[in-house]
């Protein structure tokens, strides 16, 4: 082997060609087919070997290596990318969002910063985001790897904004009153993490009680304002949830938005879910005052199906931002001309060096327009409305909570089935459901009852694959009461 001529690419391009093509077939295949695949499947113990050997010191030519994904990766995915997969929350991708992955890398751009069409494409779906929240222009934003990360940077902004102290230079320990946020008892477990790694303690994020359909209730929160500032405490920011990920439930941010102006508080909106229903003609009134926030953070491999990861922060001051995140040393500097004449991204963000994640959205958001985004969201929550109809018809099955959006929980319910027995045929109809690849929902605990969830944020589910998951709920609820 030449030393000077060893490279990763083909010394010969034909046959590298042919295989990316009929990689590019597979995946066509792997998609176009995927309502006649299980929703999920088992591991047979091949499988689990197979990613248990060790590191290759030696070469396998790449067909080799995509014979292996084809056999153990491809045919056992967690299955969101499936029509009848309503489990946890998840967006379930696109080919063009693949494509666009692919593309990413083919061009291969850093997107810490720079002076090229990949940065300047970067910023373009950052300000078409602000946009489709109505945030002014004056707004900054950047893209990121999911939800979490999105509400971390906009909580670290309202940190440093509401410190009364520099806390870049002195630190936490020298914020002269212990900062509060609050949320609902809903909040997503992210914010918990968020409040920790920001050096404030999971004390800091004080959940508040909700009102029957789970939204943060306002009464409560007022008083948890009150009693901490007469404590001595510092109440610093609300953290409004635009759909909850356990119910879906809205909280009144418009409300949220006029009290924290009157109590000079911070405004963040977790719009992980629900931010994007500004798109969705039949449901964009339920997050009115979203536009008013101070930070908000939304996750665009969710509603609007772009492969993983995808997510935004956007913060209405755009000083505040950079003041949090943009550092200077010597090796980045700007220059007035040539490559690294440009604004740089990675000034509004935790990471220096990025993905090319803006090129996937850009293509879908082009290839579809956001009216067509809008109407997939409203058909979700209207076949999430038809659902939770299904179910309060039945007599076996109850209905746990209203339906707000696209969450619906509820339960296979007999009469004379005491809370233990619930829990136990319901848990095994979600497995069962889970194992005979029929349908993937997951399970919640709503005021202490055990129930099924299915979060239906899924551009290929029909009305028929729910209809199948009501029949298959009520088969499996009798096979297992029925089992000796
Ligand atoms: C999904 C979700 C998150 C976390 O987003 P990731 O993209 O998984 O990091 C945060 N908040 C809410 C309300 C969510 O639904």
Redesign the pocket.
């Known amino acids: 082997m030449n030393q000077d001529v060893d490279s990763l690419d083909p010394a010969d391009w034909e046959p590298m060609r042919a295989l990316a093509h009929e990689m590019v077939d597979a995946a066509v295949v792997h998609l176009r087919d995927v309502r006649a695949r299980p929703v999920w499947r088992e591991m047979p113990g091949g499988v689990r070997a197979a990613f248990a050997t060790p590191l290759p010191e030696k070469p396998l030519p790449l067909g080799g290596v995509w014979r292996e994904i084809r056999e153990a990766l491809l045919p056992y995915p967690m299955g969101n990318i499936h029509p009848r997969f309503w489990m946890w929350?998840m967006g379930s991708g696109s080919f063009t969002g693949a494509l666009g992955e692919f593309l990413a890398a083919i061009e291969g751009s850093n997107l810490g910063g720079g002076n090229n069409a990949a940065t300047l494409m970067d910023a373009q779906v950052v300000r078409w985001v602000r946009d489709m929240m109505g945030f002014p222009e004056t707004a900054s934003g950047t893209l990121v790897?999911?939800?979490?990360?999105?509400?971390i940077i906009g909580l670290t902004v309202a940190r440093n904004a509401m410190a009364g102290v520099d806390v870049r230079e002195e630190g936490v320990a020298a914020i002269p009153a212990p900062l509060r946020f609050y949320a609902s008892s809903q909040v997503?477990s992210?914010h918990q993490k968020a409040v920790e790694l920001l050096g404030l303690g999971n004390r800091a994020l004080r959940r508040v009680g909700t009102d029957e359909h789970l939204r943060l209730d306002l009464r409560a929160l007022e008083e948890a304002i009150a009693v901490d500032r007469a404590g001595g405490l510092k109440p610093a920011c609300v953290i409004g949830?635009a759909?909850?990920?356990n119910t879906g439930a809205v909280d009144d941010l418009r409300a949220i938005a006029t009290l924290c102006r009157r109590e000079g508080l911070w405004f963040h909106v977790?719009g992980?879910?629900g931010a994007l229903l500004r798109l969705a003609p039949d449901h964009r009134h339920l997050v009115a005052g979203l536009e008013e926030a101070d930070s908000l953070?939304l996750?665009l491999?969710?509603w609007l199906h772009a492969p993983f990861?995808a997510?935004c922060a956007l913060v209405r001051d755009a000083a505040l931002h950079r003041g949090t995140f943009a550092v200077h040393p010597e090796y980045l500097e700007e220059k007035p001309r040539g490559a690294a004449a440009a604004e740089y991204p990675h000034d509004y963000n935790l990471q220096t060096s990025r993905g090319f994640r803006a090129l996937k959205l850009w293509m879908i958001l082009k290839e579809h327009g956001t009216a067509k985004f809008g109407r997939m969201i409203d058909r979700n929550i209207a076949q999430a409305r038809r659902l939770a109809a299904q179910v309060e018809a039945h007599p076996e099955l109850v209905l746990m909570t209203p339906v707000t959006i696209n969450v619906v929980c509820f339960r296979y319910a007999p009469p004379g089935l005491d809370e233990v027995a619930l829990r136990a045929v319901n848990t095994e109809i979600m497995l069962r459901l889970q194992e005979e690849g029929i349908a993937s929902i997951s399970d919640t605990e709503l005021s202490g009852h055990h129930c099924l969830r299915a979060a239906i944020c899924n551009h290929r589910t029909r009305d028929a694959d729910l209809e199948l998951l009501v029949d298959e709920v009520l088969r499996l609820g009798r096979e297992v009461l029925s089992a000796p």
Do not use: F, M, W
């Open positions: 929350y790897d999911g939800g979490s990360k999105a509400n997503h992210c949830t759909g909850t990920t977790d992980c879910i953070a996750d491999h969710k990861e997510g």
